[in-house]
């Protein structure tokens, strides 16, 4: 089985082609041209995750919502939990850049952070 992909580690963007035995298991990568793209697309194969951003309702404040980002990459496989995480959150203005507005989402073990003020 074969997998081909663009690694998004920098912007020159290499076409990594990657070889995978019937579980899944990457046997070898090519087409990268450093070590980077060789964990990217092993990282994408075995274990994919994103940084999620969004917003945040909140009370009570100048604007009606607040942005928000994942503090680290979450498993692909948790973007919909998450989401219905933060969809159902509100929280009460002020808020300051950088504040925990939901610790461990989901189990992931990232906390949904503000990166913006409130
Ligand atoms: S393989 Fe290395 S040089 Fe190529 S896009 Fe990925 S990080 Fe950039």
Do not use: W
């Not at 082609?17 to 990568?29: C, F, I, P």
């Not at 404040?61 to 980002?69: D, E, F």
């Not at 692909?76 to 850049?97: Q, S």
């Amino acid at each position: 089985m074969t997998r081909d992909m663009i690694c998004v580690s920098c912007p020159i963007g290499c076409a990594l082609h990657v070889e995978l035995d019937d579980a899944g298991k990457v046997l070898s990568v090519s087409g990268n041209t450093c070590k980077r793209g060789e964990q990217y697309a092993i990282d994408e194969c075995t274990n994919p995750v994103r940084m999620l951003t969004s917003t945040v309702r909140v009370n009570g404040g100048k604007l009606p919502v607040v942005p928000v980002k994942t503090s680290v990459p979450i498993p692909k496989g948790k973007m919909f939990e998450c989401m219905a995480a933060i969809n159902n959150e509100v929280a009460d203005a002020p808020i300051k850049l950088g504040d925990v507005l939901i610790a461990n989402v989901c189990d992931t073990g990232a906390d949904i952070v503000a990166t913006n003020e409130i």
